[in-house]
């Protein structure tokens, strides 16, 4: 871009009576007056981060030095001019939430002391599994939120985290992940919520309201593609065409800014069709801002804008960077200053930027501080808590931690050997319970690459875990005191070596039953075998466990398959031949009670998959969502049907569903013809016909078979826990608005078109109940970003056994 030279303009010394600090006059205005009364350096000064370190013994904070980083800037050169935000003060090394507190608060002093205007920096966390700092509340990780289908639970999680953040001093988190899984074998799986957008909206959004309820800003990552990359590796690019990318891709971050009033977005690494997210404009300020009416600020992925000069070859060179992606509308620069800062400046004085490019970005971020109170006369970093060391994971957080890792539990088969009996078999000498595999015994079987201790606590050797995390061995074993239990690792998660095989199928033989737990060890590029830079070739158990697992069920004694993943595996034919396959996500400091609480029955497991379990380990890396031609067909030898569809899940009880409703009576034979503008209710009865409590999850499917173009034979747009003593019903009804039939047309348009629609009641997307034929009458519609995007759903209130269900 160019523009003439802009000119250094002198400014007065800034005063505490000057009109931006007026908390009577409008955040606009208050913005427009502070603007107008700063340099160039004190506007680009608000556009970048500086990553620090908070101190062990409450002194101020230190920059820090990242392998991707050049050397750290001098802290009193770099806030001389103010600064736009801190990073990651208690997610980069180990320290005390109150000596967090206080170094962050003493730098905080120091930056509103270094600038005219007493602005203080937006401290940012990672907070995807909890706040990542030390001492703090390991949740599961996302990809066990939508195993719950439980947005309610999800939002409750987010508050608490907020909470946390906010009584350290903390302003702003980055989460949630809205990415949708296109591929397993992308190494951040484990962060995202699922396979399938409506699942992803819905949940995530749910965490943007609970955050942001605590006056945490919540930040929508990856804008957008970043899931689809090749072949399931880290940073690749996206070849994914544009109705794909509106239909699949965006959804989730429209709700989370529509209906979750998100405050912050962060771009994407990846190229889509050639332009990375970084630099585009249409993207980043077309559709977020001009389109959805994003009012909040873009701040770069770690790294982002530089990679567009030294990975997408986009710029020649970092400054060049810099102009890009602030044209296109990206914010901030972090994690650390690059591109932006004293390049930006003199791009600006060659006129190769315009100052009011700058002005519109540092509008955007002293809007936000100004929302924050962080420009009110009087703010003070200190938080207004008594004396006390504030506890990161108090018993009410690990209460809710452990009700989310419970939920989130799948149980996938099961021949009748779940649960485990109360009452043990092994004399002294012999086990009834073998407990075997390289995750048995240890907590990394709970932890996802966003935990503290896996993201950060293993490159401090020697820093204990900050809080409890039983394994499975020590939890198994509270809630079977009755058995006998005996454990052998038999493997390690991703070596090579057999040696311990000989002691685990011993072991296996000697006892009634074997538990095997397998999986991954999250970690980050390339140190683990789940999380970010921790991609796959294939779907095949990572290491030897798949020969271990074959080994077990060879003896002979009844196996039951424990799997601690960060992405769904298939365990080839060996899995017909499982007593049972129990499937966690990284389920957090209180996974191991949470599987241990279903393989003793205590629980009857609720969880439903979020991502489909493929039949092949080869691969087939696709969803659910595919048109008929990505099914099963005549026209190709390659099945791939999946071993386990989205959705699926298996109960302790049973459950029956009857009398499908439309609107106020019982459906009929025909098709119900429904307004292209209208809307159409639908429901069912759920009855628990078992005899102990269970939750069964009723998710609701809508097809399109004919259509301008290709649509998925199935798509879900509303689901329901529904939660049933024995005996008991309940009544499940879904509100669909015709919107929701809306899909990206041939000319690129969102339409809602007239036609034959079915809508499923299913317990997965497999396995459809009851179906409603539905035809949409009347003109064609052009929606938008202001259609429907959710349908109301009622639970209706418990009906005794007697009672009518009708």
Not at 256 to 282: C, E, I, K, T
Not at 684 to 711: F, H, I, K, M, W
Request: charged share 20%.
């Amino acid at each position: 871009m160019t523009g003439s030279p802009a000119r250094p303009t002198e400014h007065p010394p800034a005063t505490a009576a000057q009109h931006w600090q007026d908390p009577t006059a409008t955040p606009a205005e208050r913005v427009d007056a502070l603007l107008s009364a700063m340099t160039l350096e004190e506007k680009v000064a608000q556009l970048h981060g500086i990553w620090v370190r908070a101190s062990p013994d409450g002194a101020p904070v230190a920059p820090h030095q990242h392998d991707l980083s050049r050397d750290p800037p001098l802290w009193e050169q770099a806030i001389k001019d103010g600064l736009g935000q801190l990073t990651r003060p208690f997610g980069t090394v180990p320290v005390g939430p109150a000596e967090g507190r206080a170094s962050l608060a003493r730098s905080q002093r120091e930056i509103m002391a270094a600038n005219r205007f007493g602005i203080p920096a937006v401290a940012h966390e990672e907070c995807l599994a909890g706040f990542a700092a030390w001492t703090a509340t390991i949740y599961p990780v996302p990809l066990a939120w939508g195993a719950c289908f439980d947005p309610a639970l999800v939002e409750r999680m987010a508050a608490q985290i907020g909470r946390s953040m906010r009584a350290v001093g903390a302003h702003q988190g980055l989460a949630p992940v809205l990415d949708v899984v296109r591929d397993a074998r992308w190494g951040r799986t484990e962060e995202t919520i699922g396979e399938d957008p409506h699942l992803v909206a819905t949940i995530a959004t749910a965490y943007v309201r609970g955050l942001q309820s605590t006056g945490v800003v919540a930040t929508l990552k990856h804008f957008a593609g970043y899931s689809a990359s090749r072949s399931g590796r880290n940073l690749a690019p996206a070849s994914i065409g544009p109705r794909e990318f509106a239909d699949v891709l965006l959804p989730p971050f429209e709700m989370a800014v529509r209906d979750g009033g998100a405050r912050s977005v962060m771009h994407a690494y990846n190229d889509n069709d050639g332009l990375p997210a970084a630099a585009d404009h249409a993207l980043l300020t077309e559709l977020l801002r001009n389109t959805w009416g994003f009012e909040g600020t873009v701040v770069a992925d770690y790294f982002g804008v530089d990679f567009l000069h030294s990975l997408h070859g986009l710029a020649a060179s970092p400054a060049h960077a810099g102009a890009l992606a602030l044209s296109a509308g990206v914010d901030v620069e972090l994690p650390t200053v690059h591109c932006y800062g004293d390049r930006l400046v003199e791009e600006v004085r060659a006129g190769r930027v315009h100052e009011e490019t700058v002005d519109r970005a540092a509008r955007r971020v002293l809007r936000q501080k100004c929302a924050l109170g962080m420009l009110d006369p009087g703010w003070s970093p200190e938080v207004p808590e008594d004396d006390t060391a504030p506890d990161l994971d108090p018993a009410e957080h690990r209460a809710l931690a452990r009700l989310l890792a419970e939920e989130s539990v799948v149980l996938l088969e099961n021949t009748g050997v779940l649960p485990l009996p109360a009452a043990g078999g092994g004399d002294e000498e012999t086990p009834d319970v073998a407990l075997v595999g390289p995750l048995a015994d240890t907590e990394d079987a709970m932890l996802g690459c966003y935990s503290f201790p896996a993201h950060v606590g293993r490159r401090h050797p020697g820093t204990e875990t900050g809080v409890a995390v039983a394994p499975l061995s020590e939890a198994l074993r509270e809630a079977l005191p009755a058995h006998r239990i005996a454990h052998a690792p038999g493997c390690s998660v991703d070596g090579d070596s057999v040696v311990g095989f000989d002691a685990a199928t011993t072991l296996a033989r000697s006892a009634r039953v074997c538990v095997v737990a397998l999986g991954d060890r999250s970690d980050l590029f390339g140190r683990g075998t789940s999380g970010e830079g921790c991609d796959a070739t294939d779907l095949r158990l990572p290491g030897v466990q798949q020969e271990l697992l074959e080994a077990l069920v060879d003896t002979g004694t009844p196996v039951v398959a424990v799997l601690f993943t960060g992405r769904p595996y298939a365990l080839g034919p060996v899995a017909d031949r499982l007593a049972a396959t129990v499937q966690a996500f990284l389920p957090g400091e209180e996974g191991g009670s949470a599987v241990a609480g279903v393989l003793s029955g205590r629980i009857s497991p609720s969880g439903r998959l979020p991502v489909s379990v493929p039949r092949d380990p080869g691969g087939q890396p696709a969803t659910y969502l595919g048109a008929p031609l990505a099914h099963r067909s005549a026209v190709s030898s390659v099945d791939p049907t999946p071993r386990h569809p989205f959705g699926h899940g298996l109960s302790y009880t049973r459950f029956a569903w009857a009398d499908p409703v439309v609107d106020d009576g019982a459906a009929p034979e025909g098709t119900v013809e429904v307004p292209t503008d209208g809307t159409v209710t639908v429901g069912c009865t759920v009855r628990n016909t078992g005899d102990r409590a269970g939750t069964e999850v009723v998710q609701l499917y809508l097809s399109d078979p004919v259509a301008e173009v290709t649509q998925p034979v199935r798509r879900l747009i509303g689901y329901a826990r529904v939660d049933l003593e024995p005996g008991r019903a309940r009544t499940v009804t879904f509100d669909v608005p015709a919107d929701l039939a809306s899909y990206t047309g041939r000319d690129l348009r969102r339409v809602v078109d007239p036609g034959d629609l079915v809508l499923a009641l299913a317990a997965s997307s497999g396995d459809v109940r009851h179906t409603v034929s539905v035809r949409l009458t009347g003109p064609r519609r052009v929606v938008d970003h202001t259609r429907g995007l959710v349908c109301a759903t009622r639970v209706g209130p418990v009906l005794a056994p007697e009672d009518p269900v009708g």
